[in-house]
């Protein structure tokens, strides 16, 4: 069984850091684009950013210049460093990944059970 776990998350005030982890475990072949979700509450769940094992990034407008994704793929591992956080990146972030168990078999998008980032004075 494959499992991405996120930690990092928690009570930060505005203008402050944290840094995510998500690390995959389990039986792993390889792992192809991660990224990092986000839902805020009464929202939909949105893209915030995504890398592939190349190191590509992609990032949405609202967090460019502020987050920054990485990964490690040696741990299986992708890292969210975020900085001058505001009170509107309040939410659960959720981790994703496309993950080969083997060569004739993947998961093209799994998900962590997210982690709570709350931004408040």
């Known amino acids: 069984q494959v499992r991405l776990a996120e930690s990092g998350g928690g009570l930060v005030q505005p203008g402050g850091s944290l840094r995510l982890s998500c690390a995959a475990s389990?039986?792993?072949?390889?792992?192809?684009?991660m990224g990092w979700y986000r839902q805020a509450p009464a929202n939909e769940r949105e893209l915030v950013a995504t890398i592939t094992r190349d190191g590509n990034t992609n990032y949405v407008d609202s967090v460019k210049g502020r987050f920054t994704i990485s990964r490690d793929n040696a741990k299986n591992t992708v890292y969210l460093q975020m900085n001058s956080l505001k009170p509107e990146d309040t939410a659960v972030y959720y981790c994703?990944?496309?993950?080969?168990?083997?060569?004739?078999?993947?998961?093209?998008?799994?998900w962590g059970q997210g982690t709570l980032v709350t931004v408040s004075s």
């Open positions: 994703n990944a496309d993950i080969a168990t083997s060569p004739d078999f993947r998961y093209p998008g799994l």
């Open positions: 389990g039986r792993i072949f390889n792992i192809n684009t």
